[in-house]
């Protein structure tokens, strides 16, 4: 019996250590891809060219294009996501009834359950004919369109985890602040939303990890060109949608064009590593506060 | 108008922006849906549900992509769903004080939030070029398997959690082992729970399509698979490739198959969320 029990265990564990082994995975083959990726190209050149060219016959292997792209993207969606996550928070904290928080927070999810390639077929057949009308110069494949649409996708996420962190802080808060003669705006605003900041900070984070990562609506709508530009109106192409690109092709195993992927794979790695760690320090520090 | 006028006003004006801005969001949401199936309702028949891939649109069907997403789908789940549920009670009944618990968890927090596209390079490499597995159904799985591990493994801690440590009292005060109490007293107590997280992961699978893209899955594959080393499609992949397609009668395949694919995914998380509001009116500790 206790040996059986034993072994259970160390089954149990092996399990767990499968995760690290995947950690160790990721890494392993990034960094051993990544490390004969610049045995042939150089680190001056990736970080400083601004052109992008590696499938061409005229190579060149500059990154600052795919993270322009990149970065364009991600900041449309965090500017779109981040306000309006957090009023819709705030709104359903504060200010709704419990009736309707149950009512609207899980129809709200269903914006985070639709498939990233559903949202670009939104992006595509109705944003940018949308943004058309407004914007006649706007490219067919543009930046602007699916950073919206990746916002829209990531709302939930800000205004879930918000709501959690506002609703963590404890109800004294709130009425010491009504007992003071304060609106319910301004004990929102000036009261929970600073209190909760560590967790609505988490949150934000979170989400910009998530817009950087993201693949199918920027593969489908933002155009797949590689340009240095911060133009949200030309196309523009990610540092995933190129990953994209290039596995759809029949690039030849081993080849310099088969590492760009994984030289791009791991700086797209180190963003959304940095940035999981920073909230996943902050919530450690600073969550207990009000236990 | 004083302060105190102004500081109402603000509050009420608030209230309104709330509830507009919240509307706002689920009124584009009904719009997208809405706009998919004027698209492609009249698309989907039987025909294009048991249709091969072709290259003229009006003949073209889904039969491969839904076929090997559900062989997919039925993998990933014999994979993730042992693996997942093992390590959260390994890490929620065992491995609790632990220095190697506190570094898996924190492993686990970094995994949920890597891309899924590194998901793909990792399972590229790995189990198509090192195990040799090729473009196949298995390799497909077995990453998506990864990519949804650390979403179970939270879910299942979270039920466990969920459960009373009298249950555990008990069942300890009787004679029971570790074991035994996990097995034939948390398990089935905690069962609703993991269940609820399993699928949700697993609706997330069906609509991954980055990853699979990097492994190798196919646009194109003239036969449904028929075991788990053949070549496959998804429902994802067979969209995008169809969205990626200037013609307009292919935009409506897109369309169509988008409005199978919501369907599975949205039953899906509908099934979850019902299994958790009976589950927890249930079990009333």
């Not at chain 1, 709104?91 to 390639?117: F, G, Q």
């Not at chain 1, 180190?270 to 919530?283: A, G, M, Q």
């Not at chain 2, 009373?164 to 107590?189: F, M």
Request: positive net charge; contains cysteine.
């Amino acid at each position: 019996m206790r040996v059986q029990e034993k072994i259970i265990e160390k089954i149990l564990a092996l399990c767990a250590i499968i995760t690290i082994l995947t950690t160790l995975g990721i890494i392993l083959i990034l960094a051993v891809e990544a490390v004969s990726f610049f045995g042939e190209v150089s680190m001056v050149e990736f970080f400083t060219s601004t052109e992008w060219t590696p499938l061409f016959t005229q190579k060149s292997y500059g990154i600052l294009p795919l993270l322009s792209g990149t970065a364009l993207t991600t900041l449309i969606a965090i500017a779109v996501a981040l306000p309006v996550g957090i009023i819709i928070a705030v709104y359903l904290n504060e200010y709704a009834t419990d009736r309707m928080r149950r009512i609207l927070k899980p129809l709200l999810e269903v914006l985070a359950v639709v498939p990233t390639v559903v949202y670009g077929f939104f992006a595509l057949m109705i944003v940018t004919p949308f943004l058309k009308m407004f914007i006649p110069g706007i490219s067919g494949f543009n930046a602007l369109s699916p950073g919206l649409v990746m916002g829209i996708m990531i709302i939930p996420f800000v205004s879930s985890l918000s709501e959690d962190a506002l609703s963590s802080v404890p109800d004294s808060l709130r009425q010491a602040s009504f007992g003071m003669g304060s609106t319910k705006f301004q004990t929102a605003f000036r009261v929970m939303v600073p209190a909760a900041s560590s967790g609505i900070i988490v949150s934000a984070i979170l989400a910009l990890s998530r817009a950087v990562g993201e693949t199918m609506i920027v593969a489908i709508a933002a155009g797949m060109q590689p340009r240095f530009s911060f133009d949200p109106t030309v196309p523009i192409q990610t540092i995933t949608s190129y990953i994209v690109q290039v596995s759809m092709g029949d690039v030849p195993h081993g080849s310099i064009a088969y590492q760009t992927i994984f030289a791009a794979g791991i700086t797209l790695f180190v963003f959304t590593f940095i940035l999981n760690n920073i909230s996943y320090w902050i919530k450690s520090r600073y969550q207990e506060k009000y236990e | 108008m004083n302060n105190a006028q102004k500081s109402r006003l603000l509050d009420k004006g608030f209230r309104y922006l709330g509830i507009g801005i919240t509307i706002l969001c689920l009124l584009v949401l009904a719009i997208f849906v809405g706009f998919v199936i004027y698209m492609g309702i009249e698309r989907l028949s039987w025909d294009f549900l048991i249709s091969l891939p072709s290259r003229f649109a009006e003949q073209s069907g889904i039969y491969t992509a839904w076929i090997g997403t559900v062989w997919v789908l039925v993998f990933t789940t014999i994979i993730s769903f042992p693996l997942g549920v093992g390590a959260g009670i390994y890490l929620e009944e065992y491995g609790k004080k632990s220095r190697l618990a506190t570094f898996l968890e924190i492993n686990i927090a970094n995994l949920a939030g890597v891309p899924s596209i590194i998901y793909g390079l990792l399972g590229l490499e790995v189990f198509v070029r090192m195990m040799k597995m090729g473009n196949s159904i298995l390799a497909g799985s077995l990453t998506l398997a990864l990519l949804i591990l650390p979403i179970i493994i939270v879910s299942t801690r979270e039920s466990l959690r969920a459960v009373p440590s009298t249950v555990r009292d008990a069942s300890n005060a009787l004679g029971a082992s570790k074991w035994q109490t996990i097995w034939h007293q948390i398990l089935p107590a905690s069962f609703g729970g993991i269940l609820t997280g399993v699928i949700l992961a697993l609706s997330r699978a069906v609509g991954e399509t980055a990853p699979l893209i990097v492994v190798g899955a196919l646009a194109y594959v003239p036969f449904a698979p028929a075991g788990p080393l053949d070549e496959f499609t998804v429902l994802p992949i067979q969209i995008f490739n169809w969205v990626s397609r200037p013609q307009e009668e292919f935009l409506i395949n897109a369309a169509a198959a988008i409005i199978v694919l919501l369907l599975i995914t949205f039953a899906m998380n509908g099934i979850a969320v019902y299994l958790r509001n009976k589950w927890q009116r249930k079990v009333n500790w």
